[in-house]
């Protein structure tokens, strides 16, 4: 159980790696005009590079989705192990790319990919058969719609703004209704 002390503690170190991911982007500047000093190479348009932009703003939306899916899923291991190991959730990393990666437990997946620098894909591969999308809404079935798709759209300053079905994406809630769709489904 947490304490006070704890939740504290951990409130802090929330608010420490929020300022550091603000300021990633001077860091990197600064790293930049080094390698610039040394190499004599001068690139004064990369920041203006669509594909770079939404490379790296895919690739940082992989590494957030993934951070924030292994710990719900490590306090769900934690609770269920309890009364059964072998209930357990694992992640995998899938070979050959830069950061996809996938849930599995009873023979069922949840893939997560980067299609392209603009799209990241969401979908379950059951019984290593056909990929399905996560249900949507209260009427939908396991298996009746396609994967989905995160889709990055450049805005004005060259903000990346990802959506879902032409809709802001809200990382929490994403990762909310896909882990729980995946554990629903995977326990059977």
Same mark, same amino acid.
């Given at each position: 159980?947490?304490?006070k002390?704890?939740d504290h503690?951990?409130?802090?170190d929330?608010?420490?790696?929020?300022l550091?991911?603000k300021?990633?982007w001077?860091e990197?500047l600064?790293?930049? &005009?080094?390698n610039? =000093?040394?190499s004599? +190479? +001068?690139?004064?348009?990369?920041?203006?590079?669509?594909?770079l932009?939404?490379e790296?703003?895919?690739? =940082?939306l992989?590494n957030?989705?993934?951070d924030?899916? &292994?710990g719900?899923?490590?306090?769900?291991?934690?609770? !269920?192990?309890?009364?059964?190991?072998?209930?357990q959730?694992k992640?995998f990393?899938? $070979?050959?790319t830069v950061? %996809?990666?996938?849930l599995?437990?009873?023979s069922?997946?949840l893939?997560?990919? !980067?299609?392209?620098n %603009?799209?990241?894909s969401i979908?379950?591969?059951a019984?290593?058969?056909? #990929?399905?999308?996560? !249900?949507?809404?209260?009427? %939908?079935? /396991?298996?009746?719609? $396609?994967?989905h798709?995160?889709?990055?759209?450049?805005?004005? /300053?060259?903000?990346v703004?990802w959506?879902?079905?032409? =809709?802001l994406v809200?990382?929490?809630?994403l990762v909310?209704?896909? +882990?729980?769709? /995946? #554990?629903i489904?995977s $326990?059977?």
């Open positions: 159980m947490l304490t002390g704890n503690k951990s409130m802090i929330n608010l420490e790696i929020n550091q991911n300021f990633e001077i990197s600064a790293l930049e &005009e080094i610039m =000093e040394e004599g +190479v +001068v690139n004064i348009n990369s920041h203006l590079n669509p594909n932009l939404l790296e703003s895919s690739i =940082e992989m957030t989705l993934r924030k899916i &292994e719900a899923i490590s306090k769900f291991n934690q609770y !269920r192990s309890i009364n059964n190991s072998h209930a959730i992640i990393k899938i $070979s050959n950061n %996809d990666f996938m599995f437990r009873n069922l997946r893939i997560f990919a !980067r299609k392209s %603009d799209i990241i979908g379950f591969l019984n290593g058969k056909e #990929i399905y999308g996560a !249900r949507l809404g209260f009427n %939908d079935k /396991f298996g009746s719609t $396609s994967i798709e995160l889709k990055a759209n450049l805005g004005p /300053f060259n903000k703004i959506k879902f079905n032409n =809709e809200d990382i929490d809630s909310r209704h896909y +882990v729980t769709e /995946f #554990i489904n $326990s059977r």
